[in-house]
């Protein structure tokens, strides 16, 4: 049995995607992330752009519409310890529906939260990727 690095802290988590994915392949297949974690657990992945951003494409918050980021996709994969997971994230109908109907050229943010369960212990991690469509 070997032994975890020193350095490495317990209940590290890290999410990361591709800088930009493109609105053709994301209604394919889903978005791309890649989760990292110290312990072995579940990860699942949920991605979000801002009340803002969710009006302009058409997308709905369930509670307060001006200020509640719009949740619109989500992934879950086991992690073991020390290790990554590759996971497409799933999109909801709704925003698959609002996505594939958007014609015109468009860029948004999109912020992906991971959250690594693991024997009672929660540790969570975040980043931006851009989802872009082109003319």
Same mark, same amino acid.
């Given at each position: 049995?070997? /032994? ?14 591709? &800088? ?6 994301? @209604?394919?297949?889903?978005?791309? &992330?890649?989760? *990292? $974690? ?10 979000? +752009? ?5 009006? !302009? ?9 001006? *200020? ?17 997971? &590759? ?11 609002? /996505?594939?109907?958007?014609? /015109?050229?468009?860029?948004? $943010?999109? =912020? ?8 009672? +212990?929660?540790? !969570?991690?975040?980043? *931006?990727?851009? @989802?872009? =469509?082109?003319?």
């Amino acid at each position: 049995m070997t /032994l975890p690095p020193v350095a490495a802290s317990l209940g590290g988590v890290e999410v990361r995607g591709p &800088a930009r994915q493109r609105l053709r392949t994301v @209604l394919r297949w889903g978005l791309a &992330a890649r989760c *990292t $974690a110290d312990v072995a657990g579940t990860c699942v992945v949920t991605a979000s +752009v801002n009340a803002a951003t969710g009006r !302009a494409l058409g997308l709905r918050a369930k509670r307060d519409r001006r *200020t509640t980021p719009v949740y619109f996709a989500r992934g879950t994969a086991r992690v073991s310890a020390y290790g990554n997971v &590759a996971l497409r994230l799933r999109l909801t109908n709704v925003a698959r529906r609002a /996505l594939a109907a958007r014609r /015109l050229p468009f860029r948004s $943010a999109v =912020r992906l939260w991971a959250v690594v369960a693991a024997s009672g +212990v929660r540790e !969570a991690a975040a980043t *931006t990727i851009v @989802l872009q =469509r082109r003319g």
